[in-house]
């Protein structure tokens, strides 16, 4: 992150009303952060980053590197939505756009976290999401890619 207007799937499991995000599934983290401001929570912790909240203005900077090493899927594992990214062609992927083929995406999952341990937004598996809807017939199957 390197801006509040980068996009990513924000949530938690706080059970706040109304949920978030309002219709999309990629959201900034500008929307997520006001968001969180309406539910009493300000300026939280960032894993790896520093956030400042100047004249509501949000900035946030990378203070240490943080990503995800790709990895095969072990086989005494079974695929599933938790490690379908184990199993994509990364021939496919473009790294700079995120971009999957002609209908996926590929972004970060971050989720705010509040426990004994931790208070604050951590980076998750990153997520494929549609980048167009889709309609889909029940019995049909569908090339994602």
């Known amino acids: 992150m390197d801006s509040s207007d980068y996009k990513a799937c924000f949530f938690t499991d706080a059970q706040w009303t109304p949920p978030f995000p309002p219709g999309e599934s990629l959201a900034s983290l500008h929307a997520f952060l006001q968001y969180m401001e309406e539910h009493n929570v300000v300026q939280p912790e960032i894993a790896c980053h520093e956030l400042k909240i100047t004249d509501g203005k949000y900035d946030v900077r990378s203070v240490k590197d943080c990503s995800f090493e ?15 990214g184990s199993i994509l062609d990364f021939d496919k992927y473009n790294f700079e756009t995120g971009e999957y083929g002609s209908m996926l995406k590929m972004a970060m999952r971050i989720k705010y976290i509040k426990n004994d341990r931790q208070d ?22 569908y090339c994602l890619d």
Do not use: D, H
Request: a positive charge; aromatic letters at 6%; charged letters at 15%.
């Open 70 to 84: 790709i990895k095969r899927l072990p086989t005494n594992q079974q695929a599933s939505a938790l490690n379908l």
């Open 120 to 141: 604050g937004l951590y980076p998750q598996k990153p997520g494929l999401f549609l980048k167009q809807p889709v309609q889909l017939t029940q019995g049909k199957l």
